[in-house]
C-alpha cells in the first residue's frame, strides 16, 4: 500500500534514489521533500515533466 512507500522513504537517512512516473501533489512527493529537507542524499528520475503539477513537484524537491 502507499502507506508503506511512505514510510520507507520517511525512513531514509542517508541517500534516496526514486523513479517516479508522475510527481504531481501525492504523499509520496511530500516524503520525497521531506528527506531532502533533512538533508538526505535525493536522486529522483521523474519520467518526463508532463503537468504543471509535475513541474512544480520537480521544483519542489530540489529546492528543499
Known amino acids: 500500500p502507499l502507506h508503506d ?3 520507507a522513504i520517511d525512513a531514509a537517512k542517508t ?3 526514486v523513479m517516479v512516473y508522475r510527481a504531481g501533489k ?3 512527493t511530500d516524503a520525497i521533500v521531506r ?3 533533512r538533508r538526505v542524499n535525493v536522486r ?3 519520467d518526463d ?4 503539477e ?3 513537484a520537480a521544483r519542489r524537491i530540489t529546492a528543499a
Open 5 to 7: 512507500f511512505v514510510d
Open 15 to 17: 541517500s534516496l534514489d
Open 26 to 28: 501525492s504523499p509520496i
Open 35 to 37: 528527506a531532502a529537507a
Open 44 to 46: 529522483v528520475i521523474l
Open 49 to 52: 515533466a508532463r503537468t504543471t
Open 54 to 56: 509535475d513541474v512544480d
